[in-house]
């Protein structure tokens, strides 16, 4: 009962900063700070997603993954503008240590999808999250102008949402894709071992412990 108070009162106090947030992104004449601050509201909105989640997951200390993921496209289906969120997940759960990067990693692949997918037009975006073989397979993908040439994604970048991918990634000990998607597009893929659950009915609990530390890598 704690933990699920602590949890709805975690999101109420961030739901407080993403109101201040936008109020000053309202006020600013600044594209560039008016589009950072509007961002910087979108993670605060992820990770607050994540907490009121948690305090009413049907078991404590986890997140269902499959409600999660289409209540976070719907919220994020309202800045998309015309771009359409389609999204389909397996009944997978994730510990709460988990689902904070988590939530982070896919408002920043959706978000960048958002933003270069489609230059100059809309599209559909597919966030999908399977159990494939005792492994989370998160998937993000679109039909739009695909990748740059020579894009790599390990190559050092100066966009702090690169950074925070790769820090998400890295905390989370998954392995990241990034590719063509068929016919024409991106498609992103992460991966992450989970263990099966001790009820022996859904996907469980992810298999590795996230290193807070290798958030650093992301700053």
Same mark, same amino acid.
């Given at each position: 009962?704690?933990?699920?108070?602590? $949890?709805? /009162?975690?999101?109420? !106090?961030?739901?407080?900063?993403? *109101?201040?947030? /936008?109020?000053?992104?309202?006020?600013?004449?600044?594209?560039?700070?008016? /589009?950072?601050?509007?961002?910087?509201?979108?993670?605060?909105?992820?990770?607050?997603?994540?907490?009121?989640?948690?305090?009413?997951?049907?078991?404590? $200390?986890?997140?269902?993954?499959?409600?999660?993921?289409?209540?976070?496209? !719907?919220?994020?289906?309202?800045? *998309?503008?015309?771009?359409?969120?389609?999204?389909?997940?397996?009944?997978?759960?994730? !510990?709460?240590?988990? *689902?904070?990067?988590?939530?982070?990693?896919?408002?920043?692949?959706?978000?960048?999808?958002?933003?270069?997918?489609?230059?100059? &037009?809309? $599209?559909?975006?597919?966030?999908?999250? /399977? %159990?494939?073989?005792?492994?989370?397979?998160?998937?993000?993908?679109?039909?739009?102008?695909?990748?740059? %040439?020579?894009? %790599?994604?390990?190559?050092?970048?100066? !966009?702090?949402?690169?950074?925070?991918?790769?820090?998400? =990634?890295?905390?989370? &000990?998954?392995?990241?894709? =990034?590719?063509?998607?068929?016919?024409?597009?991106?498609?992103?893929?992460?991966?992450?071992?989970?263990?099966?659950? #001790?009820?022996?009915?859904?996907? #469980? =609990? *992810?298999? =590795?412990?996230? %290193? &807070?530390?290798?958030?650093?890598? #992301?700053?």
């Amino acid at each position: 009962m704690l933990t699920r108070e602590m $949890g709805h /009162r975690v999101k109420n !106090s961030l739901a407080s900063v993403v *109101a201040m947030l /936008r109020i000053q992104a309202f006020g600013t004449h600044s594209t560039d700070a008016k /589009r950072a601050l509007e961002e910087a509201g979108s993670r605060v909105a992820a990770i607050a997603q994540v907490h009121d989640h948690l305090s009413q997951a049907s078991q404590i $200390g986890l997140i269902d993954v499959d409600v999660f993921l289409n209540d976070f496209c !719907s919220r994020l289906q309202r800045v *998309a503008g015309t771009n359409v969120l389609r999204c389909d997940a397996d009944p997978i759960r994730l !510990s709460a240590d988990h *689902a904070v990067p988590l939530g982070l990693l896919i408002n920043e692949l959706v978000s960048n999808a958002m933003k270069h997918a489609y230059p100059g &037009r809309s $599209g559909p975006i597919d966030i999908s999250a /399977r %159990d494939i073989d005792g492994c989370l397979h998160l998937s993000v993908s679109d039909q739009g102008v695909g990748l740059p %040439d020579g894009f %790599d994604i390990d190559q050092p970048r100066a !966009s702090l949402g690169f950074r925070m991918i790769k820090g998400m =990634v890295q905390q989370l &000990r998954g392995h990241l894709t =990034v590719g063509s998607n068929k016919p024409t597009g991106t498609r992103v893929l992460f991966e992450l071992p989970l263990l099966p659950s #001790a009820d022996g009915v859904a996907p #469980a =609990v *992810a298999l =590795v412990t996230a %290193d &807070r530390r290798a958030l650093e890598v #992301a700053r």
